[in-house]
């Protein structure tokens, strides 16, 4: 049965303390990994999409790999304005799979 | 601005009552979903469409209806059938199902059972 397990459920870090999230998943024939974040009481704001182990992509304080069973998001000295909810899905067989999220709380 | 505007906000449902949550996107995409987000799990899909007049159950489908008359609309009936009904429910669209493009979502409506 596919599977995407995101830990920790929950990160409390201090601003400038950097960190890194953790979705592994279980899933035959791989098309796409996509990390989102979203805020309470909003919908998903799409980050990155990683379609093959190596593959790295950067978008600020973010970064986001890939490996063949794994995908991290490092967040680098993040600000308060980096807290949210961080949830990875994976597409395969024609469905997207979301893992429950990493919520992500950066105090100053 | 393109995007995709989910309303109303806030529902609540009484009991035996059929309600209808809206969906409509001006992103041009052909494909559009509808999920429940429940405290602690993962997004689930209910119901799918790939193009106009087509739809397809996702693995919670029980409960609701879906009608996908226009492309830019894609409004989910939340039925007296599911019990269970109180949930925050997303609607997503993506250029197709079979690109693996990234799927876009709205700000979400929260039901509620009175």
């Known amino acids: 049965e596919d599977q995407v397990t995101q830990s920790p459920e929950a990160l409390r870090l201090q601003e400038g303390e950097s960190s890194s999230l953790n979705c592994s998943y279980t899933?035959?024939?791989?098309?796409?990994l996509f990390w989102y974040r979203q805020d309470p009481g909003k919908g998903p704001e799409f980050l990155f999409t990683?379609?093959?182990a190596g593959e790295e992509k950067e978008k600020e304080r973010l970064k986001a790999t890939l490996t063949k069973k794994e995908s991290f998001l490092h967040i680098t000295a993040p600000k308060p304005e980096d807290s949210a909810t961080y949830l990875c899905a994976v597409q395969a067989r024609g469905k997207l799979q979301f893992g429950a999220g990493t919520q992500v709380v950066v105090t100053p | 601005d393109g995007g995709i505007t989910q309303s109303p906000k806030y529902l609540f449902r009484k009991e035996g009552q059929n309600v209808t949550l809206s969906c409509e996107q001006n992103?041009?995409?052909?494909?559009m979903y509808w999920y429940r987000q429940d405290p602690g799990q993962g997004l689930r899909l209910i119901y799918y469409s790939q193009i106009v007049n087509d739809f397809q159950k996702g693995d919670i489908a029980e409960g609701y209806s879906v009608s996908r008359e226009k492309k830019e609309s894609f409004p989910l009936t939340v039925t007296s059938a599911q019990k269970n009904p109180t949930a925050f429910y997303l609607c997503a669209s993506s250029i197709d199902t079979r690109k693996d493009q990234p799927q876009h979502f709205g700000d979400g409506t929260r039901l509620s059972i009175l």
């Open positions: 992103l041009n995409h052909d494909a």
């Open positions: 990683l379609y093959s």
């Open positions: 899933v035959s024939g791989l098309r796409g």
